[in-house]
């Protein structure tokens, strides 16, 4: 076992007692703490370096690339001894997929922790297509984009140790399964959530960044994510809108989003919100933009000005908020 998760065990003793925080809600206060700058240029560099590799496909050589540029990107952040890749294999469609979670832990003496996650895996098909249906997605915003956010975040915790500990969970498989099989689906937050690196794991909250850097990108609150932590989902909100964020972070309710999110809470018993944009149809189901599972989800349709809105977000929440 790796220094840190020796390390985190030891916190898990004084963690699994916090579960009467947990059921009775989570509370947010202004600390007076600066705030480092989230830095967009290069949040924007750690999705365009993904897409680079091509479609992250599981059992292909760009996923190989990029699971090593996380390990390698997280140890220069966090140190050898914080990272650590979960690797398992899961069944697929006529072969074994060989899978790796990606995890790197910060402040690793706080025994108040969170839990930042995305999906780094793209899409194998491109069902939204009408002509080019079978063939693999490099996925800039649906999966890259959430890791490039989290990335930035990474290198913000090296230069500027956060006040909690944090720990970010790149999870695999996620975008595996065929349209309407779940089953394929959220393969790494599954594995993960059965098989936790730490026992007893019990962070105070946990945040999905899935689709968060796409143009006009509109994050409506997700309705697992209000069930799951309603004061979580008020407090990241309320924060977009002090910063002027108000017209992509949507004071209306979402649709219910199948997602790592759903597993997490309902198997790890964590709570977790997911921040993804999409619509919530007049019947209430879950509408996603035009480019999603297609071609077009490229770096054409990455905007700066949506990724530097959740990395703020996400800045203020953990500097000066908890």
Known sequence: MSKWLYLLSILTLILIGCGDEKSEGLTFTEKGREVPSFNVDSAYHFVEQQVEFGPRVPNTEAHQQALHYFQNKFKS?????????????????????NLGNVIAAFNLSGPDRIMLSAHWDSRPRADMDSTNAENPILGADDGASGVGVLLELARMFRDNPPPVGVDIILFDGEDYGKSGDLNRYFLGSRYWSKNPPVPGYSPRFGILLDMVGGAGAQFPKEQYSVNYAPNLVNEVWNIADEKGYGDMFLNEQGAAVSDDHVIVNEQAGIPIINIIHHYRKSNGVAEFPSYWHSQNDDLDIISKETLQAVGDVMAELIYNRL
């Not at 966090?78 to 006529?94: L, S, W």
């Open 77 to 97: 952040y966090a140190g050898d001894n914080a990272v650590y890749v979960q690797r398992f294999e899961a069944e697929g469609y006529d072969e074994t997929l």
